[in-house]
């Protein structure tokens, strides 16, 4: 888009309901039912469905939701490729592996890593994936096959949906230390301020893997009482929360990635 160009297309706003009006996008800004968003102040960018809508979610101060019906996928693009963020020129591949199983049909693409506030995206023409800061799990360099040769590549993994995904980057060595130190950085960040003991590390892994309330009281050998004081302190850690009454609890993405962590940690 040319810096005098401006596009202006049919849009449905949420206002206490869905609202037909018209956005007008420029080089640095969309506007809307009298809003202007400058692109550099989009806090967090989302796809989801809202309120019987497939919706794009921009954040700035509070979330805006809109439907630009046929144009939805190219706006997105546009929104995401101009975001406020810290991006670097990779190859990625993504998904790589979904619960530890090769993604058959994934491919390496020439794009972005582009790093905001509250998501990593992996960018290129035809993808734009984003993945939530509080879903990170973990960083490491590894050693993988790219086109019949071994090169080292940076593997990032995340949670979606209950499930330990991979992605892959490759970029030159200097470019991949300094991305390696950033995403641990912010990796570290999210964890849990307070270390978490040995039973507790292992109900995590015991949630994880399907084990009910009784069955867990049972192999600790611990009462009720007991379990339902720990499960509190990870609802408080934002690494579980509350699903029935007689408490059961689910993890949190949080949740999940610290388990991948702890049971790599057990494994070495």
């Known amino acids: 888009m040319s810096?005098?160009?401006?596009?202006r297309i049919p849009v449905e706003y949420f206002d206490n309901g869905?609202?037909?009006?018209?956005?007008?996008?420029?080089?640095?800004?969309?506007?809307?039912?009298?809003?202007?968003?400058?692109?550099?102040?989009?806090?967090?960018?989302?796809?989801?469905?809202?309120?019987?809508?497939e919706a794009i979610r921009i954040k700035k101060d509070r979330?805006?939701?809109?439907?630009?019906?046929?144009?939805?996928?190219?706006?997105?693009?546009?929104?995401?490729?101009?975001?406020?963020?810290?991006?670097?020129?990779?190859?990625?591949?993504?998904?790589?592996?979904?619960?530890?199983?090769?993604?058959?049909?994934?491919?390496?693409?020439?794009?972005?890593l582009s790093i905001t506030d509250e998501a990593l995206w992996f960018l290129s023409a035809s993808k734009q994936?984003?993945?939530?800061?509080?879903?990170?799990?973990?960083?490491?360099?590894?050693?993988?096959?790219?086109?019949?040769?071994q090169r080292v590549v940076l593997v990032i993994t995340h949670v979606e949906n209950g499930e330990v995904i991979s992605s892959f980057v490759l970029c030159p060595e200097t470019?991949?230390?300094?991305?390696?130190?950033?995403?641990?950085?912010?990796?570290?960040?999210?964890?849990?301020?307070?270390?978490?003991s040995e039973i507790e590390e292992q109900i995590l892994t015991m949630v994880?893997?399907?084990?009910?309330?009784?069955?867990?009281?049972?192999?600790?050998?611990?009462s009720t009482e007991e379990l339902n004081e720990l499960y509190d302190k990870l609802v408080n850690l934002g690494l579980a929360r509350v699903v029935k009454i007689r408490k059961e609890i689910e993890l949190t993405p949080r949740g999940v990635a610290l388990v991948s962590e702890i049971m790599k940690k057990a494994a070495r």
Not at 3 to 7: A, D, R
Not at 79 to 102: E, H, M, Q, W
């Open 3 to 7: 810096e005098s160009k401006e596009l």
């Open 18 to 53: 869905w609202k037909k009006g018209e956005a007008v996008i420029s080089k640095s800004a969309i506007s809307f039912a009298g809003v202007t968003i400058p692109f550099k102040e989009i806090q967090d960018l989302e796809k989801l469905n809202y309120e019987g809508k």
């Open 63 to 112: 979330n805006y939701y809109l439907n630009f019906g046929k144009s939805q996928s190219q706006i997105f693009r546009y929104l995401a490729f101009n975001l406020k963020s810290d991006r670097f020129a990779v190859y990625f591949l993504s998904p790589a592996t979904r619960g530890g199983v090769v993604v058959s049909d994934s491919k390496w693409e020439k794009g972005y």
């Open 129 to 149: 994936i984003r993945i939530s800061i509080e879903s990170l799990g973990s960083v490491e360099k590894d050693v993988r096959t790219v086109g019949k040769k």
């Open 175 to 196: 470019t991949m230390d300094m991305l390696e130190e950033y995403i641990k950085n912010i990796i570290d960040r999210n964890k849990p301020k307070e270390a978490l």
């Open 208 to 222: 994880y893997t399907g084990v009910d309330s009784v069955s867990v009281e049972s192999i600790l050998g611990i």
